[in-house]
C-alpha cells in the first residue's frame, strides 16, 4: 500500500528536508518515528526539498508498506516522537502509482518580511527595515510572467534537466508589520524563490530597475541576479495534485 502523509515543521533547527549524513533533517526524523510506530523500515519521498533554515506550513510525502495500521492512532504517536518542529496533520491511503514529487502540479511559497523588529517574528520571517519601493518591485515581478527559462535563478550544478518553469503567481502583499512575496508555479529550481526575493529586493532598494531585472532573466546568468534571501523568511504553503 501507499501511503500520502501530510504535516508542517518549522525548519530553524533543521538541515533541510532531505536525509543528509552527519545532519539533523525533517525527513530523517519522520523516518526513524514511523518506523519505530510502524515496527517496519519506513523510507519517505518528498514533494521536493527545502534548504536549511526553510519552513514548511504545508508538505507531503509518500511511502510504502505492507504493515496494518490506524492512521489516527499512528498520528498521536508520530506527534509525541518527532518533536515540537514537526507535526504530523493527516495519512491515507493513495493509488499505488501516485507520486508526491512528480504528480505535484504546483507549488506555493511565501516569503515574509518584517518591516520592524518583533520578537515574535524571530526564525520565521527575514527583519529588513530598509526602505523599499514596493510598486517597482510588483513591476518586476509581473515581468516573471513573461518567461519560462529561470537559469539565473537556479542554483549552479544542479542534475536538473531544464530550468524552465511556468509562473502562475507572483505577488507582493502588505500585510501590517509583514511585507509577504506570494509566488505559484508548476515547479521550482533549487534557490529559485530566495534568488528571486534578493534580486527584487534590489529593484525596491533601486539599485536595479525593472528594465534590469528582465534582462537578468534573459542572460541566463546566476552571477548577475542578487543574493540569496535568507532562508527564514520563506515557507512552502501548498502542493497540489
Not at 27 to 52: C, F, M, N, P, V
Request: hydrophobic share 40%.
Amino acid at each position: 500500500m501507499r501511503y500520502f502523509i501530510e504535516l508542517a515543521y518549522k525548519g530553524t533547527h533543521f538541515h533541510g528536508w532531505q536525509v543528509q549524513p552527519g545532519a539533523i533533517t525533517v525527513q530523517e526524523s519522520i523516518e526513524k518515528a514511523l518506523s519505530t510506530k510502524l515496527r517496519t523500515t519506513i523510507r519517505l519521498t518528498g514533494a521536493g526539498r527545502t534548504d536549511a533554515g526553510v519552513h514548511a506550513s504545508f508538505f507531503v510525502a509518500h511511502f510504502d508498506t505492507d504493515a496494518q495500521f490506524n492512521p489516527s492512532v499512528v498520528i498521536l504517536g508520530l506527534n509525541h516522537l518527532v518533536g515540537q518542529d514537526i507535526v504530523i496533520y493527516k495519512i491515507y491511503s493513495v493509488k499505488a502509482d501516485l507520486h508526491a514529487r512528480f504528480d505535484a502540479k504546483s507549488r506555493c511559497y511565501e516569503y515574509r518580511i518584517s518591516r520592524i523588529k518583533n520578537p515574535f517574528y524571530k526564525e520565521t520571517t527575514t527583519l529588513l527595515t530598509r526602505t523599499l519601493d514596493i510598486d517597482l518591485m510588483r513591476e518586476a515581478s509581473a515581468i516573471l510572467f513573461n518567461h519560462q527559462d529561470f537559469t539565473s535563478f537556479s542554483k549552479l550544478h544542479t542534475d536538473t534537466k531544464t530550468n524552465n518553469c511556468k509562473i502562475m503567481q507572483a505577488e507582493w502583499i502588505e500585510n501590517g508589520q509583514l511585507l509577504i512575496f506570494k509566488i505559484k508555479a508548476d515547479r521550482f529550481l533549487r534557490n529559485m524563490v530566495r534568488a528571486i526575493v534578493g534580486t527584487l529586493l534590489d529593484v525596491g532598494e533601486k539599485k536595479i530597475t525593472p528594465e534590469e531585472f528582465e534582462r537578468i532573466i534573459i542572460a541566463k546568468n546566476r552571477s548577475l541576479a542578487g543574493q540569496s534571501a535568507p532562508p527564514e523568511g520563506l515557507f512552502l504553503t501548498n502542493i497540489e495534485y
